[in-house]
């Protein structure tokens, strides 16, 4: 069966968190072995002795080698009526070279804590076996297996195992429109018959590859930022498999270019099994596995002609608008609410189109609300107007208020209009305005000044005379600083 689930690293610290409170604290790091043959396993291995391990930071990467999986172990001993505990995080290491290396000297954290670890040398070949050694020469130390080295692990035979498993890249259309969302999805998928025992490689570092891949150049995307993988049962072809969701997006085309997703890979650890299994030899090996989903393309096409189709948004929309009083009087000034909400680009919605000359509409409060969920993106875009009526009378706000959009599910452009009637009552303030204008105190300050033209002769005098003052006053100083570095 697939063993694959991600476990993400705070799953097992949880579980250390378990065990009651301990002693002292005592931290040790541990690389082991000194020399090993290719494809082999060299590992670091951190022990807290008496305490929780509660974080730790990145293992080092090591040239001639690529990190393999993360494993755990933890013991507990009562020696005269005292506890004593430890627990281990071992990373592993599979070697992929031959030759001499060296693991540079580097400083990793401990629940807080920085330990610095020694360098050391390494030496990788293709004939060396680990010699073998009593099975208690290692007995009590609590994190060394005592039968792992008992038997020579390279004269074992080991045989591959099919995964029933593969790799997809999905999209819900395979036509849209432009500005058109299409929901984007890579999964990986287990049959629930699979008997090859797999593990996640690395995830984080390929998904930043293959999220690159994805992209496309011509889109708007909204990542649903997948951050725990779980698995979740489906049927295909009346077949029942457990989906693994590893990345999803939506993506809205900005021009009528062919979208094309190309081929993509995911690298797993598929383990090899003993032809001789035994009680105390090593029954499994960890191998590698590429998965590699097909190529795929989504057609784009135009929008129908219409005078503003390079602008509109695309989904589906409804309006919700409110208004703080249908009753104002002029110069009194009053708030709109005008609210697109549904499924679509929300990022890309623009404000309404308002044309009313006898009400100034100043330029909104923009508020905006995206859920991504359930293979869908949608929200809202309020824009908060306030406004104050210049004219009285009666204004049926759908004749000057509009935005439109095109439905790609009715192939049509539509129009949200708002529904509400504004009264205005008292004195036009046209008048007034024009008043204002006129008593602006700059403008009659402007009035009485002459328009007689002056001579700037004396202005010219006065500024040969500044000059000649400035210069003199240069030369001056300059020539009290001469003397006082001679002096």
């Not at 494809?39 to 022990?47: D, G, R």
């Not at 708030?335 to 623009?350: C, L």
């Not at 706000?397 to 959009?405: H, R």
Request: charged residues 25%.
């Amino acid at each position: 069966m697939f063993l694959g689930k991600v476990r993400p690293l705070f799953l097992v610290t949880c579980f250390l968190l378990n065990t009651t409170k301990l002693f002292s604290q005592d931290i040790d790091v541990k690389i082991s072995p000194e020399n090993l043959s290719i494809s082999n396993t060299l590992q670091i291995t951190l022990t807290i002795k008496n305490e929780q391990i509660k974080s730790y930071g990145q293992f080092p990467e090591i040239k001639g080698f690529r990190k393999s999986s993360i494993s755990s172990s933890s013991s507990t001993n009562f020696i005269n009526g005292k506890r004593s505990s430890s627990q281990s995080i071992i990373q592993n290491y599979t070697a992929t070279e031959t030759g001499t290396f060296f693991i540079d000297s580097f400083t990793i954290e401990i629940n807080g804590k920085k330990v610095s670890v020694k360098g050391r040398k390494l030496e990788v070949d293709d004939s060396y076996n680990e010699p073998k050694q009593s099975p208690f020469n290692n007995f009590f130390d609590p994190f060394d297996d005592p039968f792992d080295n008992f038997f020579d692990r390279n004269n074992e035979e080991y045989y591959e195992v099919e995964a029933d498993a593969f790799l997809s890249l999905n999209t819900n259309k395979k036509n849209v429109y432009v500005g058109e969302g299409f929901n984007t999805t890579l999964s990986f998928y287990v049959s629930e018959n699979n008997v090859a025992d797999m593990r996640f490689y690395e995830l984080g570092k390929q998904l930043t590859e293959i999220i690159k891949k994805i992209k496309p150049a011509n889109c708007w995307e909204e990542n649903f930022n997948i951050e725990n993988i779980n698995s979740m049962p489906v049927v295909i072809n009346n077949k029942r498999y457990n989906q693994y969701k590893i990345f999803e997006a939506t993506y809205y085309p900005l021009n009528n270019e062919t979208i094309k997703f190309p081929k993509l890979e995911l690298e797993l650890i598929k383990y090899k099994i003993s032809k001789r299994p035994s009680f105390f030899g090593r029954n499994k090996v960890e191998d590698y596995e590429k998965f590699y989903s097909k190529p795929l393309n989504v057609s784009v096409r135009k929008l129908p002609p219409h005078p503003l189709k390079e602008t509109i948004s695309v989904g589906n929309f409804i309006l919700k608008e409110k208004v703080n009083s249908n009753k104002v009087n002029t110069g009194d000034d009053f708030t709109y609410d005008f609210e697109i909400v549904g499924e679509g680009n929300i990022s890309a919605i623009s404000e309404p189109n308002i044309e009313i000359k006898e009400i100034d509409f100043y330029p909104p409060n923009t508020q905006q609300n995206i859920r991504r969920e359930k293979s869908k993106v949608y929200g809202s875009k309020k824009f908060s107007y306030y406004a104050i009526p210049n004219e009285p009378g009666e204004y049926d706000l759908s004749k000057s208020i509009e935005w439109i959009y095109f439905d790609p599910k009715q192939n049509k452009y539509d129009t949200l209009r708002t529904d509400i009637n504004l009264l205005v009552t008292g004195e036009s303030q046209k008048y007034n305005f024009i008043k204002s204008k006129d008593t602006n105190p700059i403008l009659e300050a402007i009035n009485k000044e002459s328009n007689k033209l002056i001579s700037n002769k004396n202005q010219l005098n006065i500024n040969i005379i500044l000059n000649i003052i400035t210069l003199t006053l240069i030369i001056v100083f300059s020539l009290f600083l001469l003397r006082k570095k001679y002096e």
